[in-house]
């Protein structure tokens, strides 16, 4: 019999052979119900397209020997970027998310979209010769802002940390570089997906908060990013704190936000106010490890004011995993303190009481990974496939732009 709501596309089978629910023939037609020849035909459509493979030969139990219905991951790459405020860091991954080169990279976003993306394509470019692999190989580009993204059109909408990148068609200039479709999110939304689906695959809702130079959080609800009406969901950093300790200005240009208080460069400004040199939420976490008391202090009220900010979003949603991540989850447990501190004393037990509230299991590459999973569930998803192979642009799905040529990072 086939699923239930089943077509039985070429999209559908695709993703049975994808997540290795079905290997042959036999076991697709026994899955969907399908036909003998349904089977053939979407197979045809599949195989041609470049989708998947059929290789080697199984020998059955009784019968034929029987092909091996594959996808290969291993020939699709992705190009992943997460961008930071300060710092980037850059992916090469297969489909499947073996990572074939990586980069870390001092880049301010300060410098504009120009800069900053030609910059992320030379790099790209440098990814793939490391790794030997060709322009052609790829399948598609992710990229993480710090900001709040238009996920339909790939552009940053008023990021109060990224002056110039306003509007900017950030997808459409990499699709254009690249040659193949990009997907932009905001970062938070990425890290989020990323830790998700590696570290709490059955985890249904996840919230993910990046405290680094801004604080922005991402919402994972059934595995995907839930970016609100305009893709500001998420954008908590702006939100005005009870008692804000002074009248400091924020990024945004209003006064009282959480992120001019509790951010790291809200902290690295307030260490430098007491002599302690710091430039940047790095410099607090160097300070940190090297024992330093006064950063401590202040990371743990900073994480309190998160708490204070968060305990709506936890009574509200009751999710199952609260994870914390950019540079404050470096400071060892000071600042998940403060923030365990501020939700239990402001949540009853029962929002809290299945919640698991930890750093980020993996750091500085979570947004790439997170950005891995958007280019595949963009290019490979049913929906997109099926699109594809009816000649239907699907709508989230981005034309490719020019093909790569000479100048690519030039
Ligand atoms: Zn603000």
Redesign the pocket.
Known sequence: MPRTGSTGSAGEILELVRSGRVTTRRELRELTGLSRSTVTLRLAELTSAGYVREVGQRVGTTGRPAGILSFDEASKLVLAADLGATHAHLALTDAGGRTLAEASLELSVQAGPEVVLKAVARRFRELLKIAGRAPGEVVGVGVGVPGPVDFATGRPVQP?IMPGWHDYPVAAELAATVGVPAFVDNDANLMGLGEARSRYPGVTSLLFVKVGTGIGAGLILGGRPERGVAGGAGDI??IRIAHPVDGRR?????TG?L??HASGAALARQLAERGIPAESSRDLVRLIRAGNPEPVALVRTAGQLLGEVLATAVALLNPAVLVVGGDMSLTHEHFLVGVREALYERTVPLATRDLLITASQLGDRAGVEGARHLVVDQMFSAEAVDARLTGEPAETARSAGSAVDGTWGA
């Not at 924020?250 to 209003?254: H, T």
């Open positions: 109060p950093g702006h924020c990024a945004c240009g209003a936000c992120a001019a």
